[in-house]
C-alpha cells in the first residue's frame, strides 16, 4: 500500500496531523503500537488524570466543603467505582479519536513502526507479522516515556510511575512523591484528597522550576494548607520494597546524611523523555540531539528528506497542545501551506484545586533577558464571584512591557485558571497590551473580572483592590 504521509503515533500531536493532512487532500496512514489510539495522553496520561482530579476533588469538597453551604452529606469513598468512572472517560476519548480517524478515511495500521529509510515504513504487528508501507513523507509522532531514576525500579506496584498512580485499587496510606513538577503535584493532590498523607521530594529548592517564582512559593503555601508535606533540596537515592511497602533513603541533593521514609508506595515523577526505542533511527540516519531528541529545522523536517518530527519527541515543552499545533502545521507545511506555531503563546496548566496557568514569560526571564517591565496583580480574596463560592486561594499577575505595554506574560492562581489563561493567549497571539485587556468589558460576576482587574493594576488603578 502507498500513501502520501504516513503517522507514527496516535497522541494529540499524531492524530491531528492525520486529520489535517487528510482534509487536505492527502492519502493517510497512522501506525499505532497500543491498541487503541490516543497515545499517552488520553490513555494514560492527561484524560485520566483529569478525571481523577476531578472526583477527588468532589469527593474532598463533600466532605469539607458541603456542611458550609448547608449540605448535609456522609460521603464514602468507592474507589473501585471511582476508578470506573475515570476509565469510562478514558473510553468515550479514544473511541472519539477512532470515530475522527475513520470519518476522514485514514487508513489504521497497529503495530510498532520502524523507518526503514526514507519513504518507507516497516510495521511489525502484535503477532509478529512485519508489512512495509511506502509513502512520500513519514511525521515521527512517538511522544515520550517516563524518566527514570538509576537505581530506583519501577514495578508500577509499590514504586510506580505516573500510569501507575492513576491505578491504585486501595489508597496509600502514606504516598512518597518524588518531584515536585505539574505529574508529581497534580497526583499527588489526587491521593491526598482520599486520604493519603504525602510527602514530596524535591532535588530543587523550589516547586514547579520553570514556572514563574512567585506562583511556586504561593502554590506551595496553598498546597502545604491542603496538608501536602515538602522536603525541597534533597533527593532519593535508593529505594526498598517489602512485603507491605517501602522504605526510601532521602538525602540533602548536594550530598550528607540520609534518612529512611517509609511509605505505602512512591511515585517517581522527575520528568519525560523522547520515546524514539525501535524506530530505527540511527539505521535510516536520523540525527538526534544530546537529549536524545529528534533533530529538526524550521518546518519540522528532519536530517533524512521527507521525514519530520513533532511533539514530545522533539525540542519544547512536553504538552499535548503543543503537539497538536505542531501536527497541524507540519501537516500544511508539507501541503505547500504556511504552518507555523508561535512558541512564545504555549499555556502551561496545572489541574490542582486551585488550578495554575502560565502563558509567556516569568519574571525571572524577563529580569535575564533585562526587559523593562510593570506588574499587575489581583487577589481572588478581592473577586466578588469567588467571595461568594468561598474560592479565594490566588492571584492573577501580569507582565507588560514597561516601554510598549504589550503584555509579556500572565501566571494566574485560582479556580478555573485554565480557562481563564485562554483570554491571555489570545491578548497575546495578537500583541495586546494590558490597557486593552482593561478596557475590554468582563462579565460580572465572573473569575476572569480577576484579569481585568491585574490588567487595570498594571498601571496602578485597580478598582476593587
Known sequence: MSYDLIVIGTGPGGYVCAIRAAQLGMKVAVVEKRSTFGGTCLNVGCIPSKALLHSSHSFDEANHGF???????????????????KREGVKGNVDGVAYLLKKNKIDSVFGTGRIVKSGQVAVTS????????????????????????P????????????????DFTTVPKKLLV????????????????????????????RILPGMDAEIGRSFQRILEKQGIAFRLSSKVSAVETTDTGVTAKVEPAEGGAAESVEADAVLVAVGRVPFTEGLGLAEAGIALDPKKRVLVDGHYQTNVTGVFAIGDVIAGPMLAHKAEDEGVAVAEIIAGQAGHVNYDVIPN????????????KTEEELKAAGIAYNVGKFPFTAN???????????????LADAKTDRVLGVHIIGANAGELIAEACVLMEFSGSAEDLARTCHAHPTFSEAVKEAALAVAKRAIHF
Do not use: C, H
Open 126 to 149: 502484535p503477532s509478529g507479522e512485519t508489512q512495509t508501507l511506502e509513502t512520500k513523507w513519514i511525521v515521527i509522532a512517538t511522544g515520550s516515556d517516563v524518566t527514570r531514576l
Open 349 to 360: 496548566v496545572i489541574y490542582t484545586s486551585p488550578e495554575v496557568a502560565s502563558v509567556g
Open 67 to 85: 456542611a458550609a453551604m448547608g449540605i448535609a452529606t456522609d460521603p464514602k469513598l468507592d474507589l473501585a467505582k471511582m476508578q470506573a468512572f
Open 151 to 166: 537505581g530506583i525500579e519501577i514495578d508500577e506496584k509499590r514504586v510506580v510511575s505516573s500510569t501507575g498512580a492513576l
Open 178 to 205: 518524588v518531584g515536585a513538577g505539574v505529574i508529581g503535584l497534580e497526583l499527588g493532590s489526587v491521593w491526598r484528597r482520599l486520604g493519603s498523607e504525602v510527602l514530596v521530594v524535591e532535588y530543587l529548592n
Open 384 to 398: 466578588g464571584r469567588a467571595k461568594a463560592i468561598r474560592m479565594t486561594d490566588g492571584f492573577v499577575k501580569i
